[in-house]
């Protein structure tokens, strides 16, 4: 086994309207992940990230920095730098900007492996 190093800075970003930027920092291209995807998303004021597991799907989203309400099972959690929210097969939530600044993400996707 070798070992990638990812220059996450160098991974090109892209807009998603109303959900900030994204950016791809693990996947079969990048690093040859076959059973997931690692992404770096930005949101800033007014901007949200509403995240769906598929059925046999995982994600987890963790807050690196900024501040943000996450929305989970008709609740909203205020929450910093450091939370995180665990979506298990067919689960969802959303991750609003709250406060001042830029709000980063780390989100990862990992499917159901095939039996």
């Given at each position: 086994m070798t070992t990638t190093f990812?220059?996450?800075?160098?991974?090109?970003r892209k807009k998603v309207p109303g959900a900030g930027e994204v950016a791809e920092i693990m996947n079969q291209t990048l690093c040859g992940a076959k059973n997931g995807l690692g992404m770096l998303r930005?949101?800033?004021?007014?901007?949200k990230?509403?995240?769906?597991?598929?059925?046999?799907?995982?994600?987890?989203?963790?807050?690196m920095e900024g501040s943000a309400v996450i929305g989970l099972k008709g609740k909203d959690y205020e929450v910093g730098k450091g939370a995180g929210v665990y979506l298990g097969p067919d689960e969802a939530a959303s991750i609003r900007h709250a406060g001042g600044g830029?709000?980063?993400l780390f989100h990862l996707v990992v499917p159901k492996l095939p039996a």
């Open positions: 990812i220059k996450t800075g160098d991974c090109a930005w949101l800033g004021a007014g901007e990230l509403d995240a769906q597991a598929k059925s046999g799907e995982h994600q987890l989203v963790y807050l830029t709000l980063k």
